[in-house]
């Protein structure tokens, strides 16, 4: 049974740095790539980040390149993402999801197993 748990999710004002981390179990970690997706209020579920299996490549919505990092770590079976100079448009749910696929994708289809999800509630 493939299992995704988030923390690290809180309130932070804009301008302030938060890190998530997402353990995963029940499946080969490092076969697979992953990705954060986020969902704000009355909005529909948006990508943020993606990665690799062997974390070698990456990918960034525009809306945080330059802010946020993805990462993982393979012998903890745990991607992590960094968020800093959040902005009140950062605010959401935080979702990890790992993906079918080896490589980087943005494409939501292409992720099978989701988190429960953390908030990120971002004030001015």
């Known amino acids: 049974q493939v299992q995704l748990v988030e923390f690290g999710g809180g309130l932070v004002q804009a301008g302030e740095s938060l890190g998530l981390s997402c353990v995963v179990s029940?499946?080969?970690?490092?076969?697979?790539?992953m990705g954060w997706f986020r969902q704000a209020p009355e909005k529909e579920r948006e990508f943020v980040a993606t990665i690799s299996r062997s974390g070698s490549t990456t990918v960034y919505a525009d809306s945080v390149k330059g802010r946020f990092t993805i990462s993982r770590d393979n012998t903890k079976n745990t991607v992590y993402l960094q968020m800093n100079s959040l902005k009140v448009e950062d605010t959401g749910v935080y979702y990890c999801?790992?993906?079918?696929?080896?490589?980087?994708?943005?494409?939501?289809?292409?992720?099978?197993?989701w988190g429960q999800g953390t908030q990120v509630t971002v004030s001015s």
């Open positions: 999801a790992r993906s079918l696929t080896w490589y980087d994708t943005v494409i939501q289809m292409d992720y099978s197993d």
């Open positions: 029940g499946l080969t970690f490092s076969s697979f790539a």
